[in-house]
């Protein structure tokens, strides 16, 4: 017993060794990046009306100033949530045919063959030109914003499904087969799974440019919305509030590209190295 104890002591103190060495490796990068800020912050502070005029580069004060008023009169969460929502459900709908049917393609050769050149050409047509076609078809207003953000999602993630399920070892799948697994045994123990990282990478991807899909269809054909009101403030010359709504679209992508990113984490614990 006595040692037994011993040989665990220095593998205990080397895994809490690593775990401190990390975390103080994560404060000095995030005291880096804050640093960073801080001094691009107060350069532009600086530079605003001295070697920039102020017309087209606004000050962070004046780019606050008008947040704050946004916050506090409900203009920012007014327009933040029809462009939250209608994100979401983009990326649910798109997210979700991305999965169904790149999983079904990655089961059968011959149905991806013949509809890969339908799939690469959508793929390639650039999204905003799509903008036009769905007006006639959806409208204006979410249904349109929700449309293009869902296709936007479903070729983002529809390549990364199909790849990560056609990667999937043969013999897994056969050992699972000759176990008595069933299709959807293999489908959920294995393919799934082994795709994952694949899938994950797609989500990185995808959240965000799901946003950017609704912001870019509120920008050419919306009457709310955080690229509304990015488009008002343009059209009115109004640099602070232009700034402002940019800023706040950085930062929403920026919180939802960390939730995803912990989101993920779990499900790719077994990717990391022992």
Do not use: H
């Not at 914003?145 to 070892?169: C, D, K, R, W």
Request: charge should be positive; glycine fraction near 8%; hydrophobic fraction near 55%.
């Amino acid at each position: 017993m006595t040692d037994t104890s011993i040989g665990l002591v220095p593998a205990e103190n080397k895994t809490a060794s690593i775990g401190r060495s990390r975390r103080r490796e994560n404060a000095r990068v995030l005291a880096c990046q804050v640093g960073l800020a801080v001094v691009l912050l107060l350069l532009w502070e600086w530079a605003s009306g001295r070697l920039v005029k102020e017309f087209f580069i606004s000050k962070p004060s004046a780019i606050a100033d008008t947040l704050w008023t946004w916050i506090r009169t409900g203009v920012l969460w007014d327009n933040a949530e029809p462009t939250l929502i209608a994100s979401a459900w983009g990326f649910a709908i798109g997210g979700i045919a991305a999965v169904v049917i790149g999983y079904i393609l990655a089961q059968s050769a011959f149905l991806a063959r013949v509809l890969e050149p339908f799939i690469t050409a959508l793929y390639g047509t650039p999204k905003q030109a799509l903008v036009p076609v769905l007006i006639i078809i959806l409208g204006i207003g979410r249904p349109l914003q929700v449309a293009i953000s869902a296709v936007i999602t479903f070729f983002l993630m529809f390549y990364n499904v199909f790849a990560g399920v056609n990667e999937v070892s043969r013999s897994l799948v056969d050992q699972v087969r000759i176990m008595g697994g069933s299709s959807l045994d293999i489908a959920r123990f294995v393919k799934f799974p082994s795709a994952m990282v694949w899938v994950v990478a797609g989500l990185k991807l995808s959240v965000p440019q799901a946003l950017v899909g609704v912001v870019i269809a509120e920008m050419l054909a919306g009457n709310v919305g955080l690229g509304y009101l990015l488009m008002l403030n343009s059209g009115q010359f109004n640099s602070a509030g232009t700034y402002a709504a940019l800023m706040s679209l950085i930062t929403i992508v920026f919180v939802v590209n960390k939730l995803v990113t912990l989101a993920t984490r779990r499900s790719l614990v077994w990717k990391a190295p022992v």
